[in-house]
């Protein structure tokens, strides 16, 4: 069965540096997410991504924030200058296209993201 | 705005035992309901799903039921086993299209 695959799994970095989580979605999909789960809380959306720029984003998506489909594969969330409430799960998911296609968004098995 | 708020872990149980998963949301549209479980180390995978009122999703032995009149989408399943052992997440869908809002999850533990 086709898997949405991300890298690192786990990803511990100091407040004030870069990161890039990646993604591979599945390979004929069109649309792309990014949420996140802080400990504890809810999954929150963070960003949609179709035909190569952002169709929506949550407030919670700022400027630290960017992403970018780099290749015909990869989809990958930068975090320019990291907080320490950045700290999460980040899980990307991607669906193909068509009337509730959503329906049937695929998850990843998601990154941890440790701040310190 | 849209919410979704589900009961909190863990619950823990013996195999064969019921389970009953709590799930309520707010929306101001007719949205779809959706459970979601991630088992350790693994993605979110969709589980069941309901797009309009009285429907009822069933997979693997769950059911949940959409229903309009308490805003309600509990999760149940009739004899567990150790393998159901996971986060159940409930989510739903605005208009059928997009981002998902999702409960905390709920961490379901099955003992033999």
């Known amino acids: 069965e086709p898997e949405v695959t991300q890298t690192p799994s786990h990803q511990v970095t100091q407040m004030g540096q870069e990161v890039i989580l990646r993604c591979v979605p599945i390979?004929?999909?069109?649309?792309f997410y990014w949420y996140r789960q802080i400990l504890g809380q809810k999954v929150e959306f963070l960003v949609s991504?179709?035909?190569?720029?952002?169709?929506?984003k949550s407030e919670i998506f700022d400027d630290q924030f960017s992403v970018e489909r780099p290749d015909g594969s990869n989809f990958t969330l930068k975090i320019r200058s990291t907080k320490l409430e950045d700290s999460a799960m980040y899980f990307c998911?991607?669906?193909?296209?068509?009337?509730?296609?959503?329906?049937?968004?695929?998850f990843g098995p998601g990154t941890r993201l440790t701040v310190t | 705005g849209d919410s979704v708020t589900q009961m909190e872990g863990p619950v823990t149980l013996s195999e064969e035992a019921f389970l009953t998963i709590n799930c309520t949301y707010t929306?101001?549209?007719?949205?779809?309901l959706f459970w979601y479980v991630q088992y350790p180390g693994e993605g979110l995978q969709l589980l069941l799903k309901a797009t309009k009122a009285d429907d009822k999703g069933s997979n693997k032995g769950f059911e949940a039921t959409y229903r309009k009149e308490t805003t309600s989408f509990h999760l149940e399943k009739g004899s567990v086993q150790v393998s159901d052992s996971a986060v159940y997440f409930c989510?739903?869908?605005?208009?059928?299209?997009?981002?998902?809002?999702f409960g905390a999850g709920t961490q379901v533990v099955v003992t033999p």
């Open positions: 991504f179709y035909n190569n720029e952002i169709s929506e």
């Open positions: 998911a991607s669906h193909g296209q068509g009337v509730y296609s959503s329906y049937e968004q695929y």
């Open positions: 390979s004929n999909h069109l649309y």
């Open positions: 989510a739903l869908l605005a208009d059928s299209w997009g981002k998902f809002q």
């Open positions: 929306a101001t549209g007719y949205p779809s």
